[in-house]
C-alpha cells in the first residue's frame, strides 16, 4: 500500500518523496526495487551522518527509498534517541513527502515508538484476517504513543460476489 502511494506521489505529483523502510526485522522495500543496500538510515541515525548515504534515488524519479540496515542489530531505543529527531530535521528539509513504512503494530513496537515523531499515520488492518478488538487496540496504543492516526485502509478484501453482480447493485 505504501510503496505504490509512493510511486503515485512521485509520478503524478511531482513531488519528492522518501520512502523509509522502518521494519528492522524484515526490511522488504530495497527487494522491490532491485537495490543492494550499503547504508541504511539507522548507520546515518547512529553515526549522525549525512543522510545521503542512506538514499537510493529509484531511476530518474523523484523517488527515493532509504532502506532498513542489513548490519544494524535491532534496536528500539534508535526512535527515542536525539540523533533521530536531527535525522527527522535533515529529511523534512529534503523532501516534500516521508512516507514510513514499519512492520505491523502486533508483532513490533517500532512503528508505536516512531508514531509521535511522524505528522500522521495510516493504519492498514488485513480484511478477515484482524478482528476489531485488535484493530481498535493498536489504533488506543497509537493514540497513547502521542499518534495521531489519519484513516485506516482495508487490505485484502476478497470479493465473493462476481464483479458483473457487484456492477448491478
Not at 21 to 42: K, R, S, V, Y
Not at 43 to 63: C, F, H, M, T, W
Request: aromatic share 10%.
Amino acid at each position: 500500500v505504501i510503496r505504490e502511494f509512493a510511486r503515485v506521489s512521485a509520478a503524478k505529483f511531482g513531488k519528492s518523496v522518501l520512502l523509509l523502510d522502518a521494519d528492522q526485522h524484515h526490511p522488504t522495500q530495497h527487494l522491490f526495487f532491485h537495490i543492494i543496500p550499503e547504508c541504511g538510515w539507522q548507520e546515518v541515525v547512529r553515526d549522525n551522518g549525512p543522510i545521503e548515504k542512506a538514499l537510493y534515488q529509484i531511476g530518474e524519479s523523484r523517488l527515493f527509498i532509504s532502506p532498513s540496515s542489513q548490519n544494524f542489530t535491532s534496536n528500539p531505543s534508535i526512535f527515542n534517541s536525539l540523533l533521530i529527531d536531527v535525522f527527522w530535521k535533515k529529511l523534512k528539509q529534503r523532501f516534500d513527502l516521508i512516507l514510513v513504512d514499519s512492520p505491523p503494530a502486533t508483532t513490533s513496537t517500532d512503528g508505536l515508538a516512531m508514531s509521535a515523531k511522524v505528522d500522521g499515520i495510516v493504519l492498514v488492518v488485513e480484511a478477515e484476517k484482524t478482528r476489531w478488538p485488535v484493530a481498535e487496540n493498536i489504533r488506543d496504543r497509537i493514540k497513547r504513543s502521542g499518534g495521531n492516526i489519519l484513516g485506516i485502509v482495508l487490505n485484502k478484501r476478497r470479493y465473493y460476489i462476481p464483479n458483473f453482480i457487484y456492477k448491478r447493485l
